[in-house]
């Protein structure tokens, strides 16, 4: 081991955190009794790295942990349901002033996903909010039952994509525009925004294509429909246009996030309540059901 001065370990930093898989813990009574939350996927890391800040761990040098890109790994469970869900009970403990960020965060997120067709994905965010609103009661229900249900929730089409340069071409695809179209692409989303029945009239029935790891909105401004690619699957989804599902989806989430903001306080004060419960050791064994 590398000798390194106290001083290191306890300079004054901002809140940071590192990746379990570079970090080490003593396992001892003083952590034992200080779980991490159970969230299994995005944001256990954050929210202990936050709650440890300042303490003393460590990191092996020349210990790598080699994954695959998120872009090509990052399934739409983990991405939308489990980070907006996770990350919303972080921040409520942990950032101040989160009550007045949050909205404007979970709209962008909505609003890029209706305009890019992903209607799994609004499902997904509008389910995070409705675990949202159940408070710490949420770790009452089974784990296993709630990723049962996302991944039906999450199902779509898929084809197989065997030609190669069908995805080299999407690979190297440059989404540039003509000077009109430039213009046409900061014009529509406002017209959108403000008569949405636009979107009926102006779009074509013609195909577009697009990589799957965040398309630009640019590319469904004129197109009922587009073949989004998974470059690491070769695999395919054409997302298609639906008015009546945008307006209906809409319609829910403006009611599920103002509720959100109506009992933001409330929130508050059963995840800071509950939060010795949920990081206890005793809570964990009857969670994993190890009795």
């Known amino acids: 081991m590398n000798e390194i001065s106290d001083e290191v370990y ?11 898989f570079y970090c080490s813990f003593p396992v001892n009574k003083s952590y034992i009794n200080k779980l991490p939350m159970p969230f299994f996927i995005r944001g256990d ?8 800040h300042g303490k003393v ?6 210990i790598c942990i080699w994954h695959a890109p998120f872009y ?5 469970i983990t991405d939308i349901y489990y980070m907006f869900r996770n990350m919303f009970i972080v921040n409520t403990l942990y950032t101040k002033g989160f009550k007045q960020k949050f909205k404007a965060l979970y709209c962008e997120k909505f609003h890029y996903a209706i305009e890019t067709y992903d209607y799994v994905s609004v499902r997904l965010l509008i389910k995070a909010i409705e675990d949202i609103l159940k408070g710490s009661r949420i770790f009452n ?4 039952e709630i990723m049962h249900l996302l991944q039906e929730m999450a199902k779509e089409p898929e084809d197989c994509v065997s030609d190669p340069y069908e995805l080299y071409a999407i690979r190297d695809k440059r989404f540039e525009w ?17 008569m949405p029945c636009l979107k ?3 779009k074509r029935n013609k195909m577009n294509t697009a990589p799957e790891w965040f398309p630009p909105e640019d590319a469904f401004l004129l197109h009922k429909q587009v073949k989004v690619y998974n470059l690491l699957k070769h695999t395919s989804i054409t997302r298609k246009f639906d008015f009546h599902k945008e307006r209906t989806l809409t319609r829910e989430f403006r009611k599920k996030i103002k509720e959100l903001e109506d009992r933001y306080d409330i929130l508050e004060e059963d995840y800071s309540s509950n939060f010795a419960r949920l990081t206890s050791y005793d809570f964990w064994r009857g969670y994993l059901s190890l009795d």
């Open 57 to 62: 761990f460590i990191q092996l040098n020349g």
């Open 45 to 52: 890391d954050v929210e202990y790295g936050y709650r440890n």
């Open 72 to 76: 090509y790994r990052v399934n739409k």
């Open 178 to 194: 003509s000077k009109l179209r430039c213009v046409l692409n900061r014009i529509l989303p406002v017209c959108y925004k403000w």
């Open 200 to 202: 009926c009239i102006i």
């Open 141 to 144: 229900e089974n784990p296993v």
């Open 10 to 20: 306890y300079k004054d930093y901002p809140k940071v955190h590192g990746g379990w």
